[in-house]
């Protein structure tokens, strides 16, 4: 198992043999056009080390998936426009800032096959997206383009910070919230379509409509992969006016193309796994769509020029995290296959360790393999008494305090008429920064209290 994955992701760095090696129109290609800059060198193990060196060295750092990773070349750019700043911030206000807000616009338009650069904007990340978005549906009830009643559809394992936005903006409106429960751990696709399309004929009852879906991505706690495209598509058959994909793990982690997922609003941080410092995202706002009532919620002197525009220059602050997009897609591409090698790699690495835990512990996974980004849940073994979301924080205080180790974990309640069910699993990331003895050092801490008869009953509340 451990030889496999070195193998894998350090001994040549995650450069193993790919179909952009093999593709004349890759920007990795053997061999360039004449015309073609050069390309930069692939990224050496040494080389991953010394990005990631100011990560603390006594953690094993298994958690990329809540605040994501940044390599030092990319924050050395990001200092280096900082200072330009403070040293002439008129000039770099009047001459720079907003050209270097459209280069990065126009990168990430590029990686999300979007249509038009219009459609992108940058914001600090996709909880300020969800409510902007969210806004436009408060106002359609205020001004009466929809009705008292009218229903707006959420997974029930949305992040928590957007269904605080779904309370503030839509039930505070009058609208009406349906939650669609979905199982966990969850066996198949189908299990979440069925949940979904149940959860909108519920919002259509009473003679309601369907204005609004939030679809995520991929879920936070617990991580599961959604089939947004196929829940796009049911939206779109069952006339809900407007979908919004909440994909604050998308970029870097999953396949993001706006054509094919054809939501009217999606949002992905990039910040976690896109390398950027904090913090930043993308909104994709479709053309096709009515945006004329969308808004940034700081308004300032842009405000009437778009949302592109509004977003750009929301009073003075450090802009400088959205600034180093450039430097972050120079990083990717030093790698072979770019982001696209760099998520199968991930996606590989976290399955493998994934297996590698429950096979140790006796337990399983929470969803299937494929249903798995770079993050996977892991079943961890009953006897630790995961009893409460209260257990759950206490356990994750523990193992970073007491073994090193960083994980979140969450609690999954007992079901009526289960018997020693596994109620507490670890989300588990992988970023290229990640080496396998990070995760035998979760096993062995886990090992070693279940050999001492541990439960969370013992720790101090």
Known sequence: MASSLQTQTHTNAMNGTSASAADPKSHLSKKPRLHTPPQPLLITPSDIISEFS???????????????????????????????????????????????????????????????VDEVSIVDNATTAAAIVLQQIAWGFAEGRFQPGDAAVMLHYAYGAVKKSVEAYVTRAGGYVIEVPLPFPVNSVDEIVQEFRKALERGKQNGRRVRFAVIDHVTSMPSVVIPVKELVRICREEGVDQVFVDAAHGIGCVDV????????????????????PPSVAFLYCRRSTNNSDLHHPVVSHEYGNGLAIESAWIGTRDYSAQLVVPKVLEFINRFEGGIDGIKKKNHEAVVEMGAMLVKAWGTHLGCPPEMCSSMVMVGLPACLG???????????????EKFGVEVPIYYRAQKDGEVGPVTGYARISYQVYNKVDDYYKFRDAINHLVHNAFTCASLPN
Request: hydrophobic share 35%.
């Open 54 to 116: 100011h990560h603390d060295p006594s953690i094993a750092r298994i958690n990329n998936g809540s605040f994501g990773c940044c390599p030092s070349s990319v924050l050395s750019s990001q200092q280096q426009l900082q200072l330009q700043w403070l040293q002439q911030p008129d000039h770099f206000y009047f001459n720079q800032l907003q050209s270097r807000i459209l280069q990065s616009r126009n990168i990430i338009k590029d990686m999300i096959n979007a249509d038009h």
């Open 386 to 400: 995961i009893s409460s979301d209260q257990d759950a924080l206490k356990l994750r205080t523990y193992l970073r």
């Open 257 to 276: 193309d706006m054509k094919q997922i054809g939501a009217d609003f999606y949002s992905s941080n990039l910040h976690k796994w896109l390398f950027c």
